[in-house]
Nanobody, 125 residues
Framework: VQLQASGGGLVQTGASLRLSCAASGLTFSRCSMGWFRQAPGKEREFIAAITWGGRMKGAADSVKGRFTASRDNAKSMAYLQMTNLQAEDTAVYYC???????????????????WGQGTQVTVSS
């Protein structure tokens, strides 16, 4: 199983980025996907999840209205569209996959079975 996150970079305050997560080696359409981030010196933070049916769930208050999770099961891809980026969004962003036969979701890191390597997002003011 491999999850490959990409799309991070250095942007200015107010900019947008779209992160991608390419999955292989698993039945993607039966996995819920989660997005997390970790800033230096801080714990890993849950951002949002998306069920295998495509419903975004559990967006953190810090990103509500700015970040949108989506997926394309035909391509085994998950996405995190981020808008109006702020300095506090600077972190390494991770995608994670969780087998979920019930179509549910989770917001705890230890509930996820597979993790990508992370992609750095840096927002400068």
């Amino acid at each position: 199983v491999q999850l490959q996150a990409s799309g991070g970079g250095l942007v200015q305050t107010g900019a947008s980025l779209r992160l991608s997560c390419a999955a292989s080696g698993l039945t993607f359409s039966r996995c819920s996907m989660g997005w997390f981030r970790q800033a230096p010196g801080k714990e890993r933070e849950f951002i949002a999840a998306i069920t295998w049916g495509g419903r975004m769930k559990g967006a953190a208050d810090s990103v509500k209205g700015r970040f949108t999770a989506s997926r394309d099961n035909a391509k085994s891809m998950a996405y995190l569209q981020m808008t109006n980026l702020q300095a506090e969004d600077t972190a390494v962003y991770y995608c994670a996959a969780r087998w979920d036969v019930s179509g549910g979701w989770a917001d705890r890191a230890h509930d996820y079975h597979y993790w990508g390597q992370g992609t750095q997002v840096t927002v400068s003011s």
